[in-house]
């Protein structure tokens, strides 16, 4: 009998054990430091599957069983974190109040959408379909990945933080925003020019839209009624916290079923939720954390398995192009002149334009358009295309955070950020 045994189900088992522990020391570890903890995972688990042979990683343009579990997964991922992205804003809907997120929403999300899809279409050579596509899974800004420059909790005052609001409710509302360019991408592939654009925008666009903001509200609502009455048997944290995991799953469920958004419906919900109960919201809120926390190193170690089998092999120079001009130039350009006129420093619409992170959300579009429409051989470009657009979000974003987001707390507590004499930097 060898002294070690390797098969693939052992190795899973190692690796997700490894992550969870590591879950319990990589935050405190990297604190306030220019590493992040997805980079760490995406690192990990792009090495262990390019080292390991016995490790076969996703392929989802090539399986598309592949393509359905990247699907499942990432999309559970994401409405864990829309849930808890919406109890972590105390800040109640408003046109005022939420001014400079219906500005990312109307504007900035918008202008990208076409700025993308012109730039695959020219840049990168997609034909239509294909563009209108890239476009869509490139639109949302992602509630995963984006811990550092969002509202950390909900003790957190996000009527002072300006920046942590905007991109945590920016977030939260664009994951279901999206869809619609999805469904028209999925509608130009099946009949070419001949597709209904008036039956979309009616469907996809007005209906499904007002459908997931309404199931969202009226589930929100009846739930606040619910935990009422039962209030006196969900006082801790792992009972909330399972409430809110069985409301986050049947708002998404029923919110699908009749036609509408899940994404949308679930943060609406949470945000209708959280408001009504600020104990409700603390409890739940770590609890979901955990959840989130735990899938999220399980996708991202999965991601840099998809970059070890060959996810950029695809990629052309001017495919490069449009992820880069994505994250440098069309989010950070367009988000900081969707702000002009807002009540804010010069340097906090820098920021909110910058921290446009891509991530988890464009992996569940592509994934799910991978699985119900055929875009032919496009498809691999447009997975390396969203592959390096979400690889440079990760890295530059991740490097970056921490320490933007530390100076621009320092500034609102009224401390002066450390700058070092000339001494110091010398040495």
Same mark, same amino acid.
């Given at each position: ?154 003790? =957190? ?127 739940? =809120? ?85 699985? =119900? ?55």
């Amino acid at each position: 009998m060898p002294l070690v045994t390797w098969d693939l189900h052992l190795g899973w088992l190692v690796l997700a054990g490894l992550a969870l522990i590591a879950l319990t020391t990589l935050p405190r570890v990297l604190h306030a430091r220019p590493l992040s903890v997805p980079i760490v995972y995406l690192a990990a688990g792009y090495l262990l599957f390019a080292l390991v042979p016995e490790l076969d990683g996703p392929r989802p343009i090539d399986r598309a069983f592949d393509a359905m579990i990247i699907e499942y997964i990432t999309e559970f991922v994401v409405i864990v974190s829309l849930v808890g992205a919406g109890l972590r804003i105390e800040r109640r809907p408003g046109f005022i109040e939420w001014n400079s997120v219906w500005r990312l929403l109307g504007i900035t999300m918008i202008v990208s959408v076409v700025a993308v899809g012109l730039a695959g279409w020219w840049l990168a050579g997609l034909a239509i379909a294909p563009a209108i596509l890239l476009a869509g899974v490139l639109a949302p800004t992602d509630p995963v990945l984006a811990s550092e420059v969002q509202v950390p909790s909900p003790d =957190h005052d996000d009527e002072r933080d300006e920046i942590r609001f905007t991109l945590t409710a920016e977030a939260g509302l664009n994951d279901g925003l999206a869809f619609p360019v999805i469904h028209l991408a999925l509608a130009v592939t099946a009949a070419g020019f001949g597709a209904s654009f008036a039956g979309w925008f009616a469907r996809d666009v007005v209906a499904a839209i007002a459908i997931g903001v309404l199931v969202g509200w009226l589930l929100g609502r009846l739930l606040n009624r619910f935990g009422q009455v039962t209030g006196e048997f969900l006082r801790n944290e792992t009972s909330e916290g399972l409430f809110s995991l069985g409301m986050t799953l049947l708002v998404y469920g029923v919110a699908e079923v009749v036609g509408g958004y899940g994404f949308l419906a679930v943060f609406v919900a949470a945000l209708v939720r959280g408001s009504a109960d600020a104990e409700y919201r603390r409890q739940s =809120h770590e609890f979901v954390q955990q959840i989130e926390s735990v899938v999220m190193a399980i996708v991202l170690i999965g991601f840099g398995a998809l970059l070890s089998e060959g996810l950029l092999d695809d990629l052309t120079v001017g495919g490069a192009v449009v992820g880069l001009l994505l994250v440098l130039v069309i989010r950070p350009l367009f988000g900081y002149a969707a702000l002009l006129g807002r009540p804010l420093p010069h340097g906090e619409r820098l920021a909110i334009g910058f921290f446009g992170i891509r991530g988890m959300g464009s992996l569940y579009y592509l994934a799910y358009a991978t699985t =119900h429409g055929d875009f032919g051989f496009a498809i691999g470009e447009v997975w390396a295309i969203t592959g390096f657009a979400v690889l440079v979000s990760i890295v530059l974003h991740g490097v970056t955070a921490s320490p933007m987001m530390t100076y621009f707390d320092r500034r609102r507590s009224g401390v002066e950020p450390h700058r070092p004499h000339r001494q110091e930097t010398m040495t």
